[in-house]
């Protein structure tokens, strides 16, 4: 290795180092989640991958002087989400599109996913929905993984049905339809075979909050409890449900026992919650057992 070559890595670590410490001091992030945010902010400022970010150490270090990626780091510095400047999220091994407009997709959701391919078969027709669907990532994933169910994706915000259309685009996910809406209302009665949802579930005094205050508050909080959108969705349910439809929604790691009171109080049967990774109830659903 040429002493060019080694004076232009050992610039690159530097630089590296350098901005890494800074967002550990503004953040209190763990040393390795801040060199990976700041190697991530420069290869989307270069639009390289991690492979050429190492084997091209001179481009980094320009990059760590390049006016993207100052303005990228200093609007990560200032508390917004890296998603959100990145304008992109994983989602059920799909990437998709996010903007302040929607929430950033988690991997617990993940479950509600897999709950609900597991009630639809391979080759399964018929249609479900996707209440406060954001980005589309979940009535998406859905979509990809059953092309011949149609899936209706809801969202009061018009700019994160934006964002979803474009996602929808992305991954030519047809068999979705996007609409414009306050949950279930103008959806027929028996129309659905099925309803999915993360609707928000944070409770208005929750302490963890102001860590999320560059999302939308709206698509977070849901009263005093954090179950005010569960009760209207769980009472709209069963007269857009056909027989047998089922209903799956997220909800608080906390929260998996008024949920399940609130189905069985709603008529719903075979009332269960399921576990994420983290072994927390996550996601609770049931039955309507007949039509609406």
């Known amino acids: 290795m040429s002493g060019e070559q080694t004076d232009s890595r050992d610039a690159t670590a530097e630089a590296l180092r350098r901005d890494a410490r800074r967002l550990q001091g503004a953040l209190g992030l763990h040393a390795r989640q801040a060199r990976l945010e700041v190697e991530r902010l420069l290869m989307h400022a270069l639009g390289i991958g991690r492979a050429q970010l190492i084997a091209h150490p001179e481009k980094a270090a320009l990059a760590a002087t390049d006016v993207r990626y100052a303005a990228m780091l200093a609007r990560r510095l200032a508390g917004e989400p ?16 996010i903007s302040p407009a929607v929430l950033i997709p988690r991997a617990d959701t993940e479950l509600l996913v897999e709950l609900a391919l597991a009630r639809v078969p391979p080759d399964g027709r018929g249609c479900i929905a996707d ?3 954001g980005s589309g990532c979940v009535a998406i994933a859905i979509a990809c993984a059953r092309p011949g169910l149609r899936v209706l994706a809801i969202d009061r915000s018009r700019e ?27 959806v027929a009665p028996g129309a659905l075979c099925g309803i999915v949802s993360n609707p928000p579930y944070v ?52 929260q998996a026992a008024s949920c ?19 072994g927390h109830e996550r996601v609770s659903g049931g039955s309507a057992g007949r039509g609406g």
């Open 260 to 278: 399940r009171a609130l189905l069985d109080s709603g008529g719903f049967a075979d009332v269960f919650s399921a576990r994420d990774l983290g």
């Open 131 to 133: 209440l406060g669907t």
């Open 160 to 186: 994160a049905l934006r964002v979803a259309a474009r996602n929808r685009l992305r991954h030519r996910a047809y068999n979705v339809l996007l609409a414009q809406g306050d949950w279930l209302a103008g």
């Open 82 to 97: 890296l998603d959100y400047i990145l304008s992109r999220r994983e989602f059920y091994g799909l990437e998709f599109e």
């Open 203 to 254: 409770r208005s005094d929750d302490p963890h909050l102001p860590a999320l205050a560059r999302e939308p508050q709206t698509s977070l909080v849901s009263g005093a409890d954090g179950l005010q959108d569960w009760r209207h969705i769980v009472l709209q349910a069963p007269r857009c449900l056909a027989a047998h439809g089922w209903l799956l929604m997220e909800h608080g790691y906390d």
